[in-house]
């Protein structure tokens, strides 16, 4: 592996080719060595120092963990001191104002899919840069087609950070013996062929009939109009399940359901959706809400969440064909016909 590209070296030379560029591959290194710290941290599991105590809740009132508040200090001690505007995180309320002067602004998921650290299961870090507005307040209520970069890591049986610049999709390997990154996998290509779908099936009585015609397209297989057959996959990491569909394809959904503070799905637009829809957009695919396109929608509040479908584009777009069909989207807004299930699609 020693002969592979650095992380460090491919941000170099990326920082001589804009305005915001040098700022962009500051922040990138900062989160790259921030997430050294975190996969240690991770890595020792339950010998760190209460790693699966719960603290308290945070502003979307999820349950937060030791280590969601650690690894959200880790980040913003290593981010500190760069020209940042502003700095959002799941873990904070409000966004922190940082430099004046900066010319980017960066969102974070300090740690994505907390639940799974107890079981010893992939978790990740998740963010988005921007460029500062002219009025840094609207910051994180810019398109997500205004990114200037996007990445997440994944603490798993590697620590891979998979990044795009704007120009394709790179993932890069924690080399543990040299302590770097160096590049595994450039020019990620999602696959066209779609195998494996991922939801959490377990809200199938709470979803729209668009999202319950599509998952039971997949489960009828070769029998079905789909006509191949497809396997289902849920780890409930969002970080593992798009990691695995840049690898071997697949389509991932969080949608809207019925259950109370579930009308706009589980997922976060500033800090989860947008960024993982930079990335899979510049590796080939797609990411929609099901009827409109991720990157096309700003957020109005920093911690609002949305319907997300994400992953090769065929996929992607049969769900927005389900969605505009007149009698399944008709029945979407009938209570007693799509959520109390007296008439089943
Ligand atoms: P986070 O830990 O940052 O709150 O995110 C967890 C997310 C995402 O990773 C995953 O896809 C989803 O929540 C799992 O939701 P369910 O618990 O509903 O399966
Ligand atoms: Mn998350
Ligand atoms: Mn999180």
């Known amino acids: 592996m020693t002969g592979q590209p650095r992380l460090d070296d491919h941000l170099q030379r990326y920082s001589e080719t804009s305005s915001h560029a040098p700022a962009v591959a500051a922040a990138v290194d900062a989160i790259a060595m921030a997430s050294i710290e975190i996969a240690d941290l991770i890595g020792t599991g339950e010998l760190a120092d209460a790693a699966g105590v719960t603290t308290g809740h945070n502003s979307d009132g999820d349950l937060q963990r030791n280590l969601d508040v650690q690894a959200d200090a880790i980040l913003r001690r290593c981010l500190a001191g760069l020209p940042i505007a502003a ?61 200037l970069a996007a990445g997440f890591i994944t603490y798993g049986p590697q620590t891979s950070l998979v ?65 191949h057959n497809f396997n289902m996959r849920w780890i409930g990491s969002l970080v593992a399940e798009i990691y695995r569909i840049l690898t071997r394809g697949g389509v991932f959904l969080y949608p809207s359901d019925a259950r109370p503070g579930y009308g706009d799905g589980r997922l976060r637009l500033t800090y989860e959706a947008h960024p993982m829809a930079f990335i899979v957009e510049q590796a080939g695919g797609s990411a929609s809400t099901g009827r409109e396109r991720i990157l096309d929608l700003a957020a109005q509040t920093l911690h609002q969440r949305v319907p997300l479908v994400m992953g090769s584009s065929n996929e992607v777009r049969r769900v927005e064909e389900l969605h505009c ?18 008439f089943r699609l």
Do not use: K, Y
Not at 115 to 135: A, K, Q, Y
Not at 182 to 197: D, H, K, N, P, T
Not at 325 to 342: T, Y
């Open 87 to 147: 700095l959002a995180s799941e873990e904070m309320r409000e966004p922190q104002i940082g430099d004046r002067e900066g010319r980017i602004c960066v969102a974070i998921d300090p740690l994505d899919g907390s639940s799974n650290i107890d079981v010893n299961m992939t978790v990740g870090t998740i963010f988005s840069i921007l460029p500062t507005p002219d009025d840094p307040g609207l910051a994180f209520r810019q398109r997500g087609s205004s990114q």
């Open 325 to 342: 069909d007149p009698l399944l989207a008709a029945s979407v807004s009938a209570p007693l016909f799509a959520r109390r299930g007296f």
């Open 163 to 227: 990044l795009t610049l704007g120009d394709g999709v790179d993932i890069f390997v924690l080399d543990r013996r040299s302590g770097c990154f160096r590049l595994a996998r450039g020019a990620v290509q999602i696959s066209e062929a779609c195998e494996e779908f991922a939801i959490n099936a377990a809200n199938r009585r709470h979803w729209d009939p668009p999202v319950r015609a599509f998952v039971d397209e997949c489960l009828a297989g070769v029998e079905g109009p789909a006509n």
